[in-house]
């Protein structure tokens, strides 16, 4: 499967005076699953839909009808985001005591490799 040519994240230019892109398909959807995670919903004007929106959570409270609720957010945004590049494996959310922890396994569809992400929110602490 051909992966194309992406823009790397954050957008920068490369040594060579063009847009720098992302070494491998797999640093490139690790990005865009890390852009999906933490945009909010409304954020971006002209896809204002887009996002799981887990910075907001810093304000919510930890619990786990929150961690409940943060799981069903993120499998909805990545099925309807992402699922022509990943199949997700696993998607556990926690809240034990003041963290809020996404752990997520998912399935490259362009190699078949299976990967890992895992962001962990705590008080005073940045995703």
């Given at each position: 499967m051909d992966s194309g040519r992406h823009l790397a994240f954050p957008f920068r230019i490369a040594s060579d005076g063009r847009a720098a892109a992302p070494p491998t398909i797999d640093e490139h959807v690790r990005?865009?699953?890390?852009?999906?995670?933490?945009?909010?919903?409304?954020?971006?004007?002209?896809?204002?839909?887009?996002?799981?929106?887990?910075?907001?959570?810093?304000?919510?409270?930890?619990?786990?009808?929150?961690?409940?609720?943060?799981?069903?957010?993120?499998a909805q945004s990545l099925s309807r985001w992402l699922q022509s590049r990943i199949a997700v494996v696993a998607l556990d959310v926690s809240a034990d005591d003041s963290t809020l922890r996404v752990d997520l396994s998912y399935r490259l569809l362009a190699t078949g490799e299976v990967r890992s992400i895992s962001l962990q929110q705590q008080p005073g602490n940045r995703p």
């Open positions: 990005g865009e699953i890390i852009q999906l995670l933490l945009t909010a919903p409304g954020e971006r004007p002209f896809l204002p839909s887009f996002g799981a929106g887990l910075k907001r959570l810093v304000f919510e409270r930890n619990d786990p009808i929150s961690a409940a609720l943060a799981k069903a957010t993120v």
